[in-house]
């Protein structure tokens, strides 16, 4: 199906916090590494989980990143790990400093940068609606809200709550 497009799940931004200079430098050797043996195995993009959002680190990896899958094909889109930083106002800055990069992966019928999260953290519809709002472009939102009442126990309710603000659900 040559549509089909393959995701990693997921690659961690921020994960370890011990030394940022440190994490620096093993991010940044790894991370040309990581997209080129993704693509080697025929993975089209990665889900970049970020868990936190304004951390130098975090700014200095996905630059790396994003540099590196910008000399292929391979492409690149945010999850937003809202389990580790819940406040979503701390992601307007990092999402909007990457959504028209030409490397962050873009879906949907009008060709929108793709967002993911991981949970949605109690937060509700329209705060996701302010949030969005607050973004520099339209994003085609896929979040991951299992975590979310009734997600699992009655699909229709859960997707009448959010169908306002969603354009498909992550799991
Ligand atoms: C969330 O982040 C924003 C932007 O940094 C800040 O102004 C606000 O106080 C934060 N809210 C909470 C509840 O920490």
């Given at each position: 199906m040559q549509s089909m497009i393959k995701f990693l799940l997921v690659l961690a931004i921020g994960a370890v916090t011990t030394n940022a200079q440190a994490v620096d430098g093993v991010s940044n050797s790894h991370a040309q590494s990581d997209v080129e043996d993704a693509a080697t195995l025929g993975i089209d993009a990665f889900t970049l989980n970020v868990g936190?959002?304004?951390a130098d680190y975090t700014y200095n990896t996905l630059s790396q990143l994003f540099e590196t899958a910008s000399s292929s094909s391979f492409k690149l889109f945010f999850s937003m790990d809202l389990a580790q930083q819940p406040n979503l106002s701390q992601f307007v800055n990092v999402v909007n400093t990457y959504l028209?990069?030409?490397?962050y992966y873009r879906s949907g019928a009008n060709n929108r940068p793709f967002l993911s999260t991981f949970?949605?953290?109690?937060?509700?519809p329209s705060e996701f609606s302010n949030f969005k709002s607050q973004l520099s472009q339209q994003v085609y939102f896929v979040p991951d809200f299992d975590d979310s009442p009734n997600y699992y126990s009655n699909s229709p309710s859960w997707f009448s709550t959010w169908n306002s603000v969603i354009d498909g659900a992550f799991s």
């Open positions: 936190n959002p304004s028209g990069h030409p490397a949970n949605a953290n109690n937060h509700t």
